[in-house]
């Protein structure tokens, strides 16, 4: 089937540990987003790439990191510098003007 | 600077009422898209609605509705007949043409629909 899909669904982490969230699609999509959703709140855009081997900050990339090396693949790790990691993680991927989404991941820091 | 407001937090309703969620935009692009997303409690954003700013024909696409006006900068969306399924997190949301796929959404609207 096709479509994104994201792992772990929940993921828990000490602090000070850095973490990797893993995004694939096989929709041979071009662009690859990471979006960042707080309780109440709306999606903050963490990174996106737009071509294999390139990425751009978005609005809230501190504390954060990606790579682009597959067309399918955007990985993103969530580094100790991020001072308020608990949240659910969003995986988009699209065309051009559409973006699709992908379950999300739930991280949470004890 | 782009912004999203969707001022209706939560709405509730009885099954079969009709609901309408508002949402109000701010951008400088003159041209842009307009998006809604569904988002069940699973978690995962459900695709509804692309509206080009150059395009201001109403679409009705089933019991959805989606009502937009430029002049005021809204891009509304009804449900007629509401149904329980719809329970959902309603996210609106903005991205200029140019702006590299970067979007900006608002805060979203918790609707719930009771038997």
């Known amino acids: 089937d096709g479509g994104i899909t994201q792992s772990p669904k929940y993921l828990f982490r000490k602090e000070g540990q850095n973490v990797t969230l893993s995004c694939e699609q096989n929709l041979n999509h071009d662009a690859m987003y990471w979006y960042r959703q707080d309780p109440g709140q709306g999606l903050r855009l963490i990174y996106y790439?737009?071509?294999?081997?390139?990425?751009q900050k978005g609005d809230i990339a501190e504390g954060y990191s990606v790579s682009r090396e597959k067309k399918e693949s955007f990985p993103l790790t969530v580094t100790s510098a991020q001072k308020n990691p608990t949240a659910f993680y969003l995986c988009a991927s699209g065309p051009g003007t559409e973006q699709f989404f992908g379950p999300g991941t739930r991280l949470t820091v004890l | 600077a782009q912004k999203v407001t969707q001022a209706q937090t939560e709405i509730s309703v009885v099954e079969k009422e009709d609901v309408t969620l508002d949402c109000v935009y701010e951008t400088r692009d003159t041209t842009y898209y307009l998006f809604w997303y569904k988002q069940p409690p699973s978690g995962e954003l459900v695709f509804l609605i692309r509206r080009n700013s150059f395009d201001e024909q109403n679409e009705i696409s089933g019991r959805y509705s989606w009502n937009f006006q430029k002049s005021t900068s809204s891009f509304n969306f009804t449900i007629t007949a509401s149904q329980v399924v719809d329970s959902a997190v309603y996210f609106c949301a903005l991205r200029g043409a140019f702006s590299a796929g970067k979007s900006t959404f608002g805060d979203g609207t918790t609707l719930t629909v009771k038997p």
């Open positions: 790439s737009q071509i294999v081997n390139d990425f």
